[in-house]
Every structure is written in structure tokens, then in C-alpha cells.
């Protein structure tokens, strides 16, 4: 089962977390894609999972990463993901 | 004055496979895996258990002139690799005392395993507040070769440790080969060494690097590496003096290249590792229809096996020859690994066998090439490949020839 | 100015750079090393107070070194303090050659040979910290597993510059900037490279201060940790472009080990053989600048040099008691001190001159260059 439930404080979390782990000057959209609009990289989406990781006390696999593209995925992810 | 050829001549070796270069040759031949539970520090709470652990290592049986509890673990391995070595070129460390040499060390972590058990007596707030210096002494990297040039009282030799990550091995190799073709040195001791580290292991399990159960190179379904600890030290020397002493020669050392990426912290460049391949093959004076076995990098990551594939086949077209990746054997033994990977493709020259790519099931489409799947196989080897890729963008790839005296 | 007619197999100094105690910028430091020492204010070091070091203990920084405030907030987000020393030792250098109109190629051609203890012990440490406080083990921060990695620094340097060459890490102890210059000269003479950037790094932090603390010897007085990045470019006779002056010729380096506890003995026939090796005679030796260890190993070191040169010589160039013990980094800081110090003085052109050290461990290194001065 989920352990969490997204409500607007869990997506301004996961806004605040993913504007650092990107640097984003710019403000991030719901489906700005990560890699093709912010310029993220491969170390960037792993300290993003990691960190969503240690605040929420869940465990993301693997395989979730490829999929966490944009804020609305990494909230489906997160939603998803289960208590660690 | 023209180059001297360059030779290797003796192989001290300890991996998870077996110690010494008769096992590690039985091992590769029989294509043993050395994965297993991890017991070098306490794996609770990773959510991965598995690496390539040295067993049956005696710090006193190799360490003579130290008391063996200031060396660290990686440096213990180096200097057992490197006696190994010297006594299996046929040569006492006394023969090479007076003779300028080189001891070239490369290591991804040095001795980060007595800095972790440091750090976690902080953690725990154990530390005392005056910390053990013998502990603290064990830290420098540099000891790695420090220790086997005063252990072997090798009073001529330029002690360097490389500390160039994942590709060191290969980078203290070439160093060797152009000291000893130059005539800056009559000998060369190069290679690598690696603990288990726990630091590592966190990283790399952090980056979604490490295999749930095997590592499996090529294949469809990999995972991902292991990590691992072991050492490789090769004796390297003119050709000349090996035929005036009646040595036997393992393999001729041909050439090697290095560049680097200067493109990403952690992901590798196809361009930049098929560009190292043509260096070393032209250093070599090699034509990539001459080679008959690459010993790739070979992680068994999803990244490094589709970039490196890749890279084999812009340097060697559609029909590549055999690419076997010796981790999926011996894991990942960091700084280690391109070391033993030279070991062991001068083995597969001298013997004439192919070390198979273990734990292999189907092939990826992706990296489709002859990996020589979990068996070994015989042939009639004239030119082997061994790359060694680093986090950094370091690379290097060594060329090695069959030897024969005509 | 001295005019060089430069052969081709042969190997110089063409261009330096310091990230040092006294600043950012090559004169700063050629500024603060060849000061009247008696001038300045208190014994002439740069050092300060530390209260996160051991004991709270004096250190000479870099003056206001901040990563991002020096080298600006892109690609610098996860940028240690080692591998911000080693970027700015490289963009100083390259910016001096570019001012002078001689910009540095960067691309294939162009290798990278950086000495380092561990390179940042802060990270590492740091590093294994998250996994042992952790909660879970693997909570370690997955964006700094490069700064874990010794080559961090000469890799980081890579990437923002685009150095395509060779590009090495070396440890050594305390004569490694020597020894990364014998790897250098081979990496030349064998073709692998049409120049190379030879140098060393150390940064200060906790963390290097815990260790260094440790690993002294009971007999020594150790002065402040110092820290920078200190860097030679080092290219062929015939690869020196039109215009670049060659500031010195590397001459020899000899590197070894005492491995009979005969410390004098090693340290000398290390020396002379240098010298051989060079074609150089102890009395023409204008300068010769020590590795800066004290207690017992020091003293072999500073006895000998005196002994060989004299106390002119020994007494020519200042490194350590103005910028503290920069361990891995003190040699390369040593042949800098040298090439500002000599630039002042026209008695050195043409002289050869001699860069020592020695370590706690035994560990000898001797490099001999000859000083070409330098147009002004």
C-alpha cells in the first residue's frame, strides 16, 4: 500500500526538493520535462530520488527512475512508492 | 637509440576467483564466479548483500619487515600481489634492488576502508580523542606503493600510486611500459589494488549500480556490477634482459592509450572510449583487424555496456572480435580490475584460452557481441584489447601481443 | 631577458599558476613569498584561526576561497573545496596565457598530471559520515560519489576546460608534486601528450586537519596547515609556441626510498644523482628549496642542502613559513616560490637550481631545473 498521500503540501515539498536537485532558476512547470527543459542529468535525477527517499520514508525502485521525468510523474512515483 | 620492447614477465594476483596466478588461471579457465555475502563490514540495512570478497589472505605470509596492522587492507593486498610477482618472474627482490625501477600503484579507494572504520568510531562516538596513529597511518593513499618498495627494500624504484578510479590498473601499466621501452627503468612493478570498501559500496548501491545477484555483463537482463576487492601487480621488463635471464614471457606489452571525457562526473562517452581504443592500438602499431579478443570494462551496468559496445564497434565495425567482460567473474575490483584484466589477457595469450563472460543468459541486442558466454574457450590468440574506463571520464586501454621467440 | 634557443627533446617550464594563501592570482603569491619577511606583520605566514580545527588550531586558507563566489554557481553546485582550488589553478593559468596573448590549447593535446594526498578528505569523510548516521546505510549523498574519487579534482578541471589529453591523479606523500613531474616528462617524451599541466592540490578542512594532526611525528613542530593548488605548464622544446618565453629547463628528477633506515645516506645519493643526471655541479646551484618537514626528517634535509650549497643558496627562496604545510601540494609550491623568486634576480638566469623533500615515511625526491629568467 501508498504511503503517501499528495496533497499541495507534499507537491510544494517535492517542488522545493526537485528545484534544488535541478538548480532551477525558472519556474517548474507540472510536465517541464527534467532532462529536454531543465537540463537535468543522470546525477541529478538519482539525488532527486534519494532525497524524495529520505523525506517521505519510502522506497522508490529502480525501474521508477526512467519514469520520473516531470513533477506529475515524480508524483505518481511518489504515490505509488511504498514506506521504506 | 631505439625503444626497447617491453615484456611481462611475472603475475602476482588475489581476487575472489583464487590467489596466485595458477588459481586465477584455473578460475578463468573454469569460469568461476567469486560472488558472495559480504562480510568485510556490516551490511545491515542495504537493500543489496552480495559482492567479490579475497578469502584465504594471510597478511604475514606476505608482509615481512612491517609489522602487517599498519598496513592497510588494500595496501597488504598490493604487497602480497607484488611479491607474487617478482617470485613468479623467477626473480629475487634482491636482483632488482641496485636497478632503477618503477612501483606504479593504481586504486580507486586506497585505503578508504581504515577512514570509514574512523569514521564510524565518530559516528558512534566512540572515537577516542586521541586517535590511534597507527589507524590514522594507515590512511595515505600512497602507501600502496610506499609498502612494497620497503617491504621488498627496493632501494632504486620511483614509488607512485595512481589514484585515476576504475581505469588506475591501466594507467600504472602504461606508466611502466614507457619507463621500461624509454630505458628510464630496467623493470616495473604495475598494476592495482582495492579493499572491499563500505563507502563504495553505499555510492555505487546509491546509484542504482549494484546487481541484486550477479553481475551480468552484455546480457538483456543485467542489473547492474558488484563491487569487489582484489589486487593485480605485473612484472614488467626489456625483452633483452628477459632473454639474457631465460625468463619466461607471459605476453609483449604493445602499446597503450589514455584520454579523458572532460564531458561527465559518472557517465561514460562513446566517442572519447572508442577514441582511447584507436590511441592504444596506434601506439601499438595494431590494425583493429588484428585483434583477436577485447577484455572490456564490462561493468554489467545498463549505462557502461550499451556506451562501451558502442565504441567497440565504431573502432571495429559490425563483426567485432570477442569482447569478454572478466567482472561478472571477479566483480568489480575498482582501481584493481583493469590491472587483473591485463593479468589475465596475458594469460589467455600464453595459453591460448578465451576467459568466458559468466552468469551470461541472453544476450542485450544492444551490446551484441561474441561475450563467449559462460564457458571458456581455446584459440589461437595473437593481440588482446584490455580497456579500463573511470567516474571522471579517465580511460585507458592497453595492448597485448603474444610472445614468440623466433 | 635571457634569449633561449630551445631544443626539441628536451623539457620546460613555460607558465604557473598558484591558488595559494595570499590569493588567487600567480602574483599575489610571487608577491607574498619573495615579501621582506621582517615587513609584514607578525612572522610573515598567512595564517588564521581555524576554531573547527584540531585543537582549534591556526591554518592559512586561501583568502575568502568560496566555490561558487570564485568560480560562479554553473556546473559548481557540488564542486569540493579541492577540486575549486584545482579549477581556479587551471582558469588562472590559462587566463594569465590568454592575457599575455599565448592562450594554452586545450582538446586532445593537452594533459593533466595532479598530485594529491587523498584529494578532499572532507568529502570522503563526509561521505561515509551519511552512511553510518544514515537512515538507512545507502543514505549517502548519490551527487557527491564523484568528490569521493581521488581524481575528482584533475577530472572537474577536465570538464570545465575541456582537457581531452591524459589526465592523471598521483599520490605520493609529500614529494608528490616531484614525482607527478617525472610522470609528466615521461608522458612527453613518449608522445602522449603536446603539453602538460603538472601539479598539485590540498585543500583544508576538518577533516584533512584531523588526519594531518595524527600523522606527525612526535619529535616535529609542525607550523599551520596551508592549502591552493599550485600548477607548471611543462612543454617540449619544440612545442613551445612563438612568444612563450621558457621560464625554466627541467632538467632531472630523482625519486626514492629510504629503505635501510639510512635516511642522510638515501637523501643525498638521491640528490647527487639528480644533479648527475642534470649535469650539474653543487657549487653552480643558485637556489635550493627544501620539502619544509620538521624535527628529525627535516633536519636531514636542511643539513644535507646546506652542506651541498651553502647558505646562500638554502637561504634564496621562502615557501612553508609563508604559507603553511601544503603537504602533497609543498613541492610544486616550492618550484613556484622558485620561478617568482628568481624572476626578481638576475643572478639566477642561466643557473641551475634544487627542489627537495622528504617524507615522515622515507620517501626522498630531488628535481633539478635551470633557471632561464624572464622577459619583464
Known sequence: MSAITIDEAVEAQVREIIADALELEEELTRTGLFVDDYGADSLAAIELLSTLEKTFGVTIEQDELPKMVNLEAVLEVLARAEAR | MTARRVVLTGIGVLSSIGNGVTEFTRGLR???????????????GFRRQLAHEVHDFTPSQWVRHTPAEQLGRATQFSVAAARMAVSDAGLDPA???????????????????????????????????????????RLAAHRLALAVVRELRLSRAVPSVLGT?????????????????SGEADWALVGGADALTRRTFAGFHRLGLVASDRCRPFDADREGLLTAEGA???VLEDLESARARGARVYAELLGYGLNC???????????????????????AGVKPEEVDLISAHGTGTPTNDVTEIRAVRQVFGDRPPRTVALKSMLGHTMGAASALGAAASALALAHGFVPPTVNHRTTDPECAVDCVPNHAVDADLRVVVNNGLAFGGNNAAVVLGRHQES | MTTVAVPTDRH?????????????????????????????????????PVPDGHAGEQACLVPGFEVREVLGRAGTRTMDRATGLAVTAVRELFDEASRARRPVPVGTGTALVLATTLGSAQSQHDFAHASFTGEKPYDVPAQYMPNVLMNCPAAASAIRFGLKGPNTTLAGGRPSGLLALGYARRLLAAGRAERVLVGAVEEYSPSRSWIEHHTRAADETPGPLGEGCALLLVEPGNGIPAGRTALAELLAVDARVDVDDRLATTAEACVRAALAAAGVEAPDVWAAVAGGLTGRTGHVETALLRRLFGPEATDRVHVHTHIGDTAAASTTFQLAALLATAKGDPTSHGRPAVITSIDRDGSVACAVVRLLGEET
Not at chain 2, 574512523?118 to 589507524?135: H, I, K, M, S
Not at chain 2, 571525457?261 to 601506439?283: C, I, N, W, Y
Open chain 2, 30 to 44: 573454469e569460469g568461476r564466479c567469486g560472488a558472495g555475502p559480504i562480510t568485510r563490514f556490516d551490511s545491515t
Open chain 2, 95 to 137: 636482483d632488482l634492488r641496485e636497478r632503477p625501477g618503477l612501483v606504479t600503484v593504481g586504486t580507486t579507494d586506497g585505503e578508504a576502508d581504515a577512514l570509514d572504520r574512523l569514521v564510524e568510531a565518530q559516528a558512534n562516538g566512540t572515537v577516542p580523542a586521541d586517535l590511534d596513529p597507527v589507524a590514522v597511518g
Open chain 2, 165 to 181: 578510479a576504475c581505469a588506475a590498473g591501466n594507467y600504472a601499466v602504461g606508466d611502466g611500459y614507457d619507463a621500461v621501452r
Open chain 2, 232 to 234: 593485480g601487480v605485473l
Open chain 2, 261 to 283: 571525457d572532460a564531458h561527465h562526473p559518472t557517465a561514460p562517452h562513446t566517442d572519447s572510449v572508442a577514441q582511447v581504443m584507436r590511441l592504444a592500438l596506434a601506439d
Open chain 3, 12 to 48: 620546460f617550464i613555460t607558465a604557473w599558476s598558484a591558488v595559494s594563501p595570499y590569493g588567487l592570482e600567480s602574483a599575489d603569491y610571487a608577491r607574498g613569498v619573495t615579501a621582506d619577511v621582517a615587513a609584514d606583520a607578525g612572522d610573515g605566514s598567512r595564517a588564521v
